[in-house]
């Protein structure tokens, strides 16, 4: 790539990063105060259902010919004919496939988030979640759907209580906290503290763009959701660390006046590997997007967005936050070491 990342001056440019990022997030704040978030059922409860349906015709053929046997034997009994018509309506009969849009044009008349239907394992079933938290209603949507979609055979009827949704938020916020506590440790250790601080302000940075896109458009946030955001966390750190380490290696080459030439220096030569990197990520994700289904949508949307804010904040604020910081809090830092030793110079005169 011949194009040279110097003539963007990234650094001297930072102020217009800092714009960028804070229009979005307070955009994102409003909206959340505004419409807040749109959780799913992992957050606000719900129903679980998981449904294998069959043909009627071929349970009643199954059952009457179970009967038949069992009467030119002269064993049946009626509790033993019970138990055969039972056994061809349920174990003996695999399940057929319905129409998923029929099937999610019922469900949808009682729910009022977007409900996740999909096969199980076997594809023999379909699982539904819905927002429902009442057993009444529950019952009215299973009548409907077999009235409307066909006979049917319960596998599990559970319904799920919000407090499943805090407890994983909790935990969510735990792991984020102790892995940023745990990287500002390792990138200090390995180069110095105003990295990993400008590196953990930047993992935030990424985290609350998603956040305010999903609040903005309204997206819905479920289980896979948080999910995505600690991966993205984790890929993210990833792009930051090689910037820091090729600013790391440069350094010795640069002045200390001439900090923006290192860091633009620096950022110049990881450019082209941090973008073909997120490319290649980008590729994938989207066309799990398009043949994905429902199933992973939600995790993909948040990757995709999260994905593209770590390039940009690898890039442009990165080296910026740390450019300031060292700056800021690094020129203090110099003056009160200089001021200290002056001090012992005219104390021991």
Not at 14 to 26: E, P, T
Not at 124 to 135: L, V
Not at 187 to 201: E, L
Not at 267 to 293: P, Y
Request: include cysteine.
């Amino acid at each position: 790539m011949n194009f040279k990342m110097n003539d963007l001056h990234i650094i001297r440019k930072r102020k217009i990063w800092y714009a960028c990022s804070l229009l979005i997030i307070l955009a994102g704040l409003i909206s959340f105060f505004m419409q807040g978030f749109n959780f799913g059922i992992d957050f606000t409860g719900g129903s679980y259902l998981q449904l294998t349906f069959y043909d009627a015709g071929a349970v009643n053929e199954g059952a009457n010919a179970t009967v038949k046997a069992a009467d030119d034997e002269t064993a049946a009994t009626e509790e033993k004919t019970a138990a055969a018509e039972k056994n061809a309506a349920t174990g003996d009969i695999v399940g057929i496939k319905v129409s998923m849009e029929d099937l999610r044009g019922v469900v949808n008349d009682y729910v009022s988030h977007t409900p996740t239907i999909q096969y199980d394992q076997t594809n023999k079933a379909y699982i539904i979640r819905t927002d429902i938290n009442e057993k009444e209603d529950v019952d009215a949507l299973l009548k409907a759907i077999e009235t409307q979609i066909g006979p049917f055979e319960v596998a599990r009827n559970e319904v799920i209580g919000p407090t499943i949704g805090k407890e994983l938020t909790q935990k969510a916020i735990m792991a984020l906290a102790i892995a940023s506590v745990l990287m500002l440790i390792y990138i200090t250790i390995r180069f110095q503290v105003y990295f990993g601080i400008a590196s953990i302000i930047t993992l935030v940075h990424d985290a609350l763009i998603v956040l305010a896109v999903f609040s903005i458009f309204q997206l819905e946030i479920s289980s896979s959701f948080i999910a995505a955001i600690l991966t993205v966390i984790g890929y993210s750190i990833n792009a930051t660390i090689i910037v820091f380490d090729r600013v790391r290696e440069n350094k010795p080459n640069y002045k200390q006046s001439d900090l923006d030439m290192l860091l633009d220096h620096s950022i110049s030569q990881t450019f082209a590997r941090c973008v073909n990197t997120t490319l290649t990520v980008l590729m994938t994700l989207f066309a799990l997007l398009i043949f994905g289904g429902d199933t992973t949508k939600i995790f993909v949307l948040a990757m995709i967005i999260g994905t593209a804010a770590g390039l940009y904040s690898s890039i442009c604020l990165s080296g910026s936050l740390y450019h300031d910081l060292l700056t800021h809090f690094g020129d203090k830092k110099n003056k009160a070491k200089e001021s200290g030793k002056k001090q012992k110079k005219e104390q021991t005169a």
